[in-house]
């Protein structure tokens, strides 16, 4: 079990970060590129770093799950910076 405590910290970095970006991103508010940029850089890496480790037990279903999870928000976060230049 304890080759999990690496996996379980990056997850719950990654909902940290997600919800924080998540939520100033969907803010009814002018875009702040020095504030979003950031945020959503921040959780590109966070994601990946969550898809990486979750991918190495990927044998069991949840973490196999959160790796998609943390593909499909990389990939997501990465298409709003590009929108963003």
Do not use: F, W
Not at 2 to 12: A, S
Not at 38 to 43: F, G, K, S, V, Y
Not at 51 to 56: A, H, K, L, N, T
Not at 78 to 85: E, M, P, S, V, Y
């Amino acid at each position: 079990m304890t080759e999990m405590v690496t996996c379980i910290r990056l997850c719950l970095d990654c909902v940290d970060i997600c919800a924080a970006t998540a939520g100033v991103i969907s803010r009814q508010t002018d875009y702040d590129a020095n504030v979003a940029r950031p945020l959503l850089e921040a959780c590109v890496a966070i994601c990946k770093s969550c898809g990486d480790e979750c991918e190495r037990h990927a044998h069991m279903p949840h973490c196999r799950v959160c790796a998609e999870a943390c593909r499909r928000c990389e990939q997501a976060c990465r298409d709003l910076l590009d929108a963003t230049k």
